[in-house]
């Protein structure tokens, strides 16, 4: 019994000997004040910079599909009173006029040259087959329904405010009743894609502008 005692004596001394050497080399002997400090300033800085972020007004929302919105970025200024930017355009939470709309189907041409340079392509295309229904953007009504030679049968539909101007162009056919002056509500059908104006008869695709 007593060598017993005697072994866990020594085991205590021997390991209150190591944690005392290993405290002493970790540096825990500090001031606690002086190790404390920086936690907390480090923390005071967090907290800062949580508030600023909270602070911050959430980015405007473009839906993609039910229940899925996603970020647009917030551009500066308008050139000029009403020419709105991309910022409160997005805040009006714009939808996309074709359903199940994949990336690969929106090609990046704004502003290419056509005809030869003698005019630049001031809209979207977005790929789509013949006959797929479009929808409205927005809310609000159709300002004018036209057939040109450059963009075939189109659409003009004004915001409710009259700030912004949707174009659809090189459409197969108007949705059933649709007529100039019509009340629209964001995803309301109002025609199909085709290939009437200019547009490549084998690549239907919807200009939006």
Known sequence: MLR????????AVVSSIGYYFWWSATGQKTDPGKTLAPATE?????????????????PPQVETGPGAPVALPVSGQGAGPGAGTLGSLGGRNIGLPIANLR???VLDTFDQARGEGERRHE????MAP????VNAIDDGYVKKLFTSKP?????????PTETYAYYYAHLDRYAEGLQEGRQLKRGDLIGYVG???NSDPTAPHLHLA
């Open 123 to 126: 809209a979207t295309d977005i």
């Open 42 to 58: 480090n923390r005071a800085r967090q907290v800062e910079e949580q508030t600023a972020k909270a602070a911050l007004p959430p």
């Open 4 to 11: 017993a005692f005697l072994a866990l004596c020594f085991v």
């Open 103 to 105: 990336t690969t189907d």
């Open 195 to 197: 290939v009437t104006g």
């Open 151 to 159: 963009g075939g049968l189109t659409i003009y539909q004004y915001d």
């Open 130 to 133: 013949r006959g797929t229904p």
